[in-house]
Nanobody
């Protein structure tokens, strides 16, 4: 299972930290990704982290502003979002994918999804 939390409403330029609490699987074998879906748009991959590959990946739109990290003891993956822009608004989901390669963000490769948390950035 995965449970996303930490969304909220902020002004442009602000920051939020999203958390994805996971259970029932070993992070060593999986990639955990963050996706978002803006109103009226398709879901897109934002960032992912893989313990096995020891790698992280960021979409160009968030590179330099977002940071993904993991705390294995807490079984939580974080997404620190800084310098938020109105275009970052959307429902953010975390999901896991088994034995994915570096930087894979095809949502169809991710099997289990959290419930989503809403991020609203106002201008």
């Amino acid at each position: 299972q995965l449970q996303a939390s930490g969304g909220g409403s902020v002004q442009a330029g602000g920051s939020l930290r999203l958390s994805c609490l996971y259970s029932g699987f070993s992070f060593d074998d999986y990639t955990i990704g963050w996706f978002r879906q803006a109103p009226g748009k398709e879901r897109e991959g934002v960032s992912c982290i893989s313990a096995g590959e020891r790698s992280t990946y960021y979409a160009d739109s968030v590179k330099g502003r977002f940071t993904i990290s993991s705390d294995n003891a807490k079984k939580t993956v974080y997404l620190d979002m800084n310098s938020l822009k109105p275009e970052d608004t959307g429902v953010y989901y975390c999901a896991n994918g088994y034995a994915l390669g570096r930087g894979v963000m095809d949502e169809y490769e991710y099997g289990y999804w959290g419930q989503g948390t809403l991020v609203t950035v106002s201008s």
